[in-house]
């Protein structure tokens, strides 16, 4: 499984996101490393496997997302990818 943060500097969104993804992996006891690109990306974006887990692909190009990611989402695809049940 892979776990990929694509953010920009300066996304109000970013830091919130990325502590949400480390607590959703330690919840479920997941040691894995979560990878975090900063760069031009719509941010926050989250990737388990190279899917976003709003369900969609965010437009290309530095943008701060409206639909952050959701803790309910990312449990959901962590579970999805890693066949977890906790």
Do not use: K, Q, W
Not at 19 to 41: K, P, Y
Not at 43 to 50: F, I, K, M
């Amino acid at each position: 499984m892979t776990i990929a943060i694509l953010y920009h500097s300066g996304c109000p969104h970013a830091r919130p996101a990325i502590e949400l993804v480390h607590r959703c992996a330690t919840r479920l006891g997941m040691e894995i490393a979560i990878v975090e690109r900063e760069g031009d990306h719509a941010s926050p974006t989250v990737l388990v496997d190279g899917r976003d887990v709003m369900g969609h692909t965010p437009r290309p190009g530095r943008s701060c997302r409206l639909d952050v990611p959701t803790e309910t989402r990312v449990l959901a695809a962590l579970r999805n990818a890693g066949g977890y049940t906790a």
